[in-house]
């Protein structure tokens, strides 16, 4: 019980960082600064497998 309400939790926030990381994304794409695209991109990227590996245990 606690276990599934924790993971739950987590993929929530998880969902959260994605938003906020995709509104930087934008805004950086918009300025133009590799560096910055490429880091979020990256983070986007792990955030997505720690969802995807938060989903897999909450389906146990």
């Given at each position: 019980m606690?276990?599934?309400k924790r993971l739950r939790k987590g993929?929530?926030?998880l969902e959260r960082q994605r938003d906020i990381h995709l509104e930087k994304l934008e805004k950086v794409i918009e300025?133009?600064?590799e560096y910055l695209i490429?880091?979020?991109k990256k983070e986007l990227e792990g955030i997505e497998i720690e969802k995807e590996k938060k989903?897999?245990?909450l389906d146990r």
């Open positions: 606690k276990r599934s993929i929530e926030s300025e133009g600064d490429n880091y979020y989903k897999e245990l």
